[in-house]
């Protein structure tokens, strides 16, 4: 059964930094595309980083400038790297990727539980 399990959300004031991770467990073959969405209250989801195997990234322009994307293929592993960041930010993010899971024939969509950020001072 795969999993993604995300750490690293908390609280922090205004202008300060908070890391993401989110870990892929379970028997993969392969993972194509990464990525991060939050969630504000009242609001719809929304992209807020991806990055693709190769390692080709693209942001919401809403963050462009402040965050970073990372990935280590060894590891299955997505990164977020949050800095100068503002109350606008607060919600849940939350990980996803595209993967091909042992006994499947083709990609799916998996998605983790999802870890709060609050911006706050």
Not at 57 to 86: C, E, W
Request: aromatic share 10%; hydrophobic share 30%.
């Amino acid at each position: 059964q795969v999993q993604l399990v995300e750490s690293g959300g908390g609280l922090v004031q205004p202008g300060g930094s908070l890391s993401l991770s989110c870990a892929a467990s379970g028997i993969i073959f392969s993972i194509n595309a990464m990525g991060w969405y939050r969630q504000a209250p009242g609001k719809e989801r929304e992209l807020v980083a991806g990055i693709r195997s190769g390692g080709s990234t693209n942001y919401a322009d809403s963050v462009k400038g402040r965050f970073t994307i990372s990935r280590d293929n060894a590891k299955n592993t997505v990164y977020l790297q949050m800095n100068s960041l503002k109350p606008e930010d607060t919600a849940v993010y939350y990980c996803n990727a595209d993967l091909l899971q042992h006994g499947s024939t083709s990609y799916r969509t998996y998605w983790g539980q999802g870890t709060q950020v609050t911006v706050s001072s």
